[in-house]
Structure formats: C-alpha cells, structure tokens
C-alpha cells in the first residue's frame, strides 16, 4: 500500500506553554521540549508567541528561544504569533522570516479576545504584510466553526461568508490560513462542506486547521480535514492547553494521539510514536500543573480487560 | 438536506453499571436512568447481563431489572448479555426473547477472560440457539481489532480470519454481531477494511461497532463505521465504563457526544441532546464513582476563550 502524505504542525510550545498557570517554564526546559519534538520527527513548529508579558507571562522569553531555535534548526519551518507590529518586528529583528497574525470570524470573539474591530484586524494584518513583504505572514482565524457568544448558525456554515471574509487577506498576500475551531463547535460535515468551498475558491491558498477535543471530536474532524484534502493539521504536544476559560473541558487535540491513529492507518507522518509519546510524558511530568487532554499519556500499562 | 439514518444502541445499563466499584447501584435508580434513556428517544438497549453476582455484582438484580423493562418497554428494542445457557434460561424464562454472548477473536483473550477455548464458546453458543431456537442470540466479538496479549497485526488486519471466525455462528443462525474494540486498539482504516470486507462476505449479517475511546479514537472509529454502513453503533451513557485494568484510561465513548456530533452533522438519530445530556449529568451526579469518558459532561459553561 502506498503511504498518503500528510502534515503535521505542532504548536504546543506556542499554544500548550502559554496556558501553564503558576511557575514560569523555565527557557532550558521549553527548549529540551522543543529539541525532542524535532528529534522525534516534527518538522513544522509554532514555538512562541511576541506578546506582552503582561498577557502571557510564560512566553516572556521569545527571544531568547528564537536565538536558540533558528540557531540550531535552520532546516526546519519554524514561525511565531504576532498580534500586531510590534511583535512582528521583534521577530523580524531575530531572523525570523514566518510569523501568524490572528483575527476571530466572530466580530463579538475578536472584540473581546482582542479588542479590535474586523477593520482594526485587518489594517493590522496589512501593516505587517507591508512593513516586513519578505517575511510569511500567515493567519489564525478563531472560531472559524464557532464562537462562544454567537453560536455556530449562519455564517458558520454558510462557505460564502468565510470565502468573504478572507478576500481581502488574500489580496494582501496570504499565503496559509489555519481555520481554528476555539471552542470545540465544529463537527465533521462542517468542516468538510468549509474547506471544501473555500478550496474551490483560493485553490492557491495554503490551508490548514487546529481543532480542539472540547466535546470529544477533536481526532474526528482532524481526519475528516486530511480526507478533504488540507494541506496540514495542528496539534500539541499531550494535548496540553486549549480553552483555558472552560474548566474540566479538555482542549487541545494531542500530537502524540494523532500520530498513533495516522501512522496505523498508513500515513507517512515521519513522526516516531514512541519518541513523540516519551516527550509527552516527560512534558507531563516536568509541567504537571498544565492541562493535558491526551490520550496515551494516561494509559499506565496495556492490561488485559474483561467484556 | 436529506437526514441520513444511524441506529444508536445505548449499553451504559449493562457495559456501563458492570463497572462501578464501591457501593451496589440501587435497582430503582437503574430504572430511572433507563426511564430517562428511552425518554430522551432511545429505542436500542443493553440493559442488563444475566451473570453469577459473585462475578459481577452490580448486576445481581438483573431479574428485576429485566421485569420492569419489560412491562413498562413493549416496543423497545431489550436485550441482556449471557454468558452460558444457564443466563439465557434466567432471561428467557422472564419473557425475553433477544440475548447476546461474548467470544474474545484472541484465542488468548477468551482464555483470560471467560476461561474458554475458541472450541467451548462456540459450543456454548450453539447450545443457547439449540435450546431457544425463538430467542435471538447474538454475539459480542471481543478484541475484534486487536488484543492486549497478541497486539494488532496479522489476523487482526486480515477480513479473511475474521470472515472464516465467523463462518460457524452464521451457519448457526447468528443474525447480528458486533465487533468490539475492546481495549482501543482500533483505527480509523483497518475498521474500514474489515467492515467492508465482512459486509461483502454475509451480506445478511447485521454488523455493529462497539468502540472504546481508549487512544481517543471512540469517536473517529464509529463515524468510520457509520459512514462504512454498520447497520448500528453502541456506546454509553456518559461513556460510563469500558475498561477497569487499564487506571486512568479513559473507556467506552459517551453517547450524549455521539448525539452530538450526530445531530450536528444532520443524522437522524432520533434522541434529543439535550435530555440526554441531562440524564448523563444525573447519572454522573448520582453514581460520583463510576469511570466516566464523556466530554460535554466535563464542560462546566459555555465561556469566551483566547487565542
């Protein structure tokens, strides 16, 4: 059987780490996590954020692993969020040439997540795209299935508006959008009618999506999105952060899980599963107080099991 | 749009309360949550098993059970696990008329677990449809896709072993089997295979999944099997259940996010979310100790949520 490619990002150092309440991640530690993700395969990395430290106190050292990672890994596709300018040229001032701005779909989410207007977001978007036109500037879009305040009718499922909405983006350069699912709305027959559309509609478009497991759908319509055709998918590392607002849910779909079920069924992942599983579990025990919602990490051992 | 038909087969009432530890599950509260299954449209019930109580002791008033459910539930599809004819004696001779009987495809397996060859169960089998030939007997096939003891290849990816497993109880009148993962083992394509391969070989067969959400594949696996044409899939209500060897794992995938995604996606299930979400909710309030899998029943609130 022929192996089917597929591609995995893994933004666990951006979105797990920035969600660890308490004691800061020490920089040593967010590295060695870095470098055995990349030893265990992973090839396309999200591995901070350039925000204030007021926001997120534990990517407060954004520069100093960006010294480190593009020292180190100049092989491999490593990029950074920026939520405005100001991050962007922080990292451009590093050496690093791939950032991703964010914007919710939801006006109400993009308002209260960051306080901007659609308008304010895209101006946003466009002053880095013309500040930095050598550099990648990707974007997130949240709550792209979903928003917590306005549900997930209308323009939810409606391809039109989504296609829209990210014309003018693709008019200022857009190379790859990440359709993010914040709350965990999405279900597979969405996901598949969305991209599908906006396929047919920027077929040049690079896509991608970053599903959560709130309601236990997280692998589910990650499969659906390779089987439709995207160009790569989001995980982190255990699982670790996701909605930090939504206590006891689980959140972020985990690599390691990801892996096992895409490698079984044939997919050349270029990820090793035990590796990958063995820096999650070293993960879990170096920052016990995140928030892990992997699978794999809490098997103990493989035991016999009556009907 | 058209809805498309799935047949849910609820097995919280035996899969489910089997596993509860600590304190007996009074019989009137077995009653009610089965009261409010079958309320919030449940028409497909395992609600018992007919076992020795020193065996299960949850179950020791399957007797009961099985009276009140039938008097009260003329028109609902009731069925009880039975290990041996003297389970399918206790259950025929209090009216019912549809049985299943568990055989573990790992040789080994059905050793450790019923302590019976390949041999001895098929016999037990023949001997419950020789002696109640008006009773349906179906059968459970345990570590349809893979076993702790003998892992997952060879004959757990071949349709050929499977299909000439199950030749016997075909010719003796098997009408339904359900292949069960039981300790998670499955993915995504082998079940896709395997299902297709079984559906060409007894086109009359009815086939059911009973999937575990052991490696967080429980939904994944069953929207493959549904999409595949499984005539029905099982699950539990607040995915009580599943695995008791295996600590922290989680086990059986929750019916309410089945419905969910479900619904969602534009199936005719015929259950309403919301009532069985609020019997998931009473059921976890009312037995605190029980291993619980699902996801909506973890979600506190539905609350914004950054980036």
Known sequence: MMKKNVTLVEVGPRDGFQSVKGDFI????KISIIDQLIDAGVRHLEYTSFVSPKAIPQLADASAVTEHVLSIYPDIDLFALVP???GASNAYSLGLRKVVNVVSF???HNKANINRTHEQSLAAYREIRDTYPDMEADLDL???FGCPFEGKEGKYRDPDS???FLEPYCDSGLKTVTLC???GLADPEQVRTLIKALRRAYPELGLEVHIHDTRGLGMVITL???ECGVDAVQSTLGGLGGCPFAPGASGNLSTE???WMLNEMGFETGISFQKILAAAKFQMQTIPTGNYSGHHITIEKETPCCF
Not at 26 to 29: F, G, H, I, Q, S
């Open 84 to 86: 405005n300018l100001r």
């Open 26 to 29: 020490p920089t040593e530690l």
């Open 162 to 164: 989504l296609i829209e």
């Open 142 to 144: 949240a709550t792209a």
């Open 224 to 226: 659906a999105a390779i």
């Open 106 to 108: 939801s006006a109400s």
């Open 181 to 183: 699912d914040t709350v």
């Open 257 to 259: 899980d990801m892996v």
